[in-house]
């Protein structure tokens, strides 16, 4: 604390530190009265008033959502290709970060990062807790998605800045403030590496129609294939006119999840669960502020 000021800077992982007063899992998301809840036992230990903490001004924050899978890791983290808006993709394991200068989206695998920091299966060791996380992990898994904020004045999008400048902003629209992220969050696109293709017969029938497109749009899927998908979409889009690589990249994934099988099924339940989630958990503050 600055004694000159009377200025208090706080970093804290909210999130962890409930679960740690609270011995709760470590997939565990805050809901409104969560947040209620932590923040003022935050006041009480500092003895400040709950009013005047509320008013805190918030410089960087993190927030996202634990989404729980029934296929393998491997199926979605595979299937992530880019995010509309984001200047760079870096891609390490099973974790992807989209960075551009104002803030950053990370996707990676929950369930394998708690295993190697010793956060489930407490109890056993760590040969048992390996052989149990692998289990778990053959037909689940749980991916966490987060939006990371290092210099809130500077953030650029403008419906969330504005919900989350305060302790109190945040509260006052944590329903609306998960819309927001939504809304942020549906902006990664996926393409199929993991299905089979389309049956050869139906590739041969649009091709028996003779059309130049389909001949064409064959081949670039087969290049794509050949080249990776996403290490092409990584390659060329930093290197695209600015003006139109948005659409000539989605052009490209269509194309190429148009010759696989699985009509786009990671996309939809990740679209499907990341609404669910976000639902549950701001619902509190959706009928308090009513």
């Known amino acids: 604390m600055n004694a000159k000021s009377g200025r208090l800077s706080v970093c804290q992982n909210v999130r962890k530190d409930f679960i740690r007063i609270k011995n709760l899992n470590p997939f565990t998301d805050l809901n409104y009265l969560n947040f209620v809840e932590i923040i003022e036992m935050y006041a009480r230990e500092f003895g400040i008033e ?29 299937s992530v290709s880019r995010m509309k808006g984001m200047e760079n993709t870096l891609r390490i394991g099973n974790t992807v970060n989209f960075k551009n200068q104002k803030y950053e989206v990370a996707i990676y695998d929950k369930l394998g990062r708690e295993a190697q920091q010793g956060e489930v299966f407490k109890g056993t060791n760590k040969v048992r807790r390996r052989h149990l996380v ?104 930093p290197i695209l006119n600015t003006n139109n690589r948005n659409s000539y990249i989605e052009k490209l994934e269509n194309l190429f999840n148009k010759y696989k099988g699985d009509n786009d099924f990671v996309k939809k339940e990740f679209q499907r669960k990341l609404s669910a989630r976000i639902n549950k958990l701001t619902v509190p503050a959706f009928s308090s502020s009513n």
């Open 50 to 78: 709950k009013e005047k903490f509320w008013k805190a001004k918030i410089t960087q924050v993190e927030l996202g959502v634990n989404i729980r899978f029934n296929m393998n890791i491997a199926s979605i983290m595979s």
């Open 134 to 237: 692998k289990k778990i992990a053959k037909n689940n898994s749980f991916v966490r998605i987060e939006l990371r904020v290092k210099t809130v004045s500077q953030f650029n999008r403008a419906s969330i800045k504005s919900k989350i400048k305060t302790l109190e902003s945040v509260r006052n629209n944590f329903h609306s403030l998960g819309e927001e992220l939504y809304k942020l969050f549906v902006n990664i696109s996926f393409v199929d590496e993991i299905s089979p293709d389309i049956d050869q017969y139906l590739v041969k029938s649009q091709l028996n129609s003779k059309s130049v497109k389909a001949f064409n749009d064959y081949l670039i899927f087969l290049g794509l294939k050949y080249f990776g998908i996403k290490k092409f979409v990584d390659f060329a889009f």
